[in-house]
């Protein structure tokens, strides 16, 4: 059986299911529709989520479905939505899909997390990086020299922190979206404090961790010790550094990465929209397969 050229992704984050049509071929992989986003599923999810299927493929004609779901019992709704929009059968992204780690409980790990690891390994081929996700959390995904995952951080997405911030705190003011992408960091009046705090709060984050990670990928073990067994892992601290070290490239993507990629842009970071969906499609196709240890 030949493998699938045209793939529908549907990622169900947290907050809202995205889904596009990604074309394998020519490498590296791309979008070919529009990304239809949907924020929530309702009493009508699955009517909801097959009508939204229909409208993002149009003519495209994809041949197989993948499913990035991180919301437990999500997964049957979609499924029946893909099967009655598509006729197709989905495929969910799962730690089986991730390939080389060091990681210490893989069966734990997000499948976005595994899509955003195959995303990077399509795009960047096998270089030290670093993928950020900014949603609902903003996760961090370290990929070593020989395109193993080695693990990542997880913290408290941009507006998930602000959320508990004015939990804590009623009396402060919400900003707004607008107010957070226009905020300055000298924040001078009280709303303007609160939008500067989270959103250069966050730029800092990323950029900071960043920093420290990137080192942190070039003090690991040489491309040759990398293993599917993380308990031969050697920690930073002890490990040999390769020469020459490479520098670890980083990538943005996630629902607020528009609002945060200017004021990272001179930090190294490329904004790739769509990283997740687009590594999603390549566990089936040949892209994985020519970036893959």
Known sequence: MSEPDHIVVINAGNTRVTAAVVCLKPSPPALITAVNAQESTGPNGCANLAEMLRDT????????????NVRPGLGALIETAVAQALGLVAYHVSAADLGPHRYRTPLTLGPDRVANVLGYRAYCGLVPGIVVDAGTATTFECIDASGAFVGGPIAAGLTTALEGLLTRAPALPRPEPKDLAGATRLGQGSLDAVAAG???GHVALISGLADRLASDLQALAPAGHATRNPQHARPPDTASVSAPAQAARRILCGGFAATLAPFLADTGFEHVPHLTLVGAATVLGPARKATML
């Open 198 to 200: 989270a959103l250069h």
């Open 57 to 68: 493929v149009g003519d495209a004609r994809p041949s197989a479905a993948v499913v990035v």
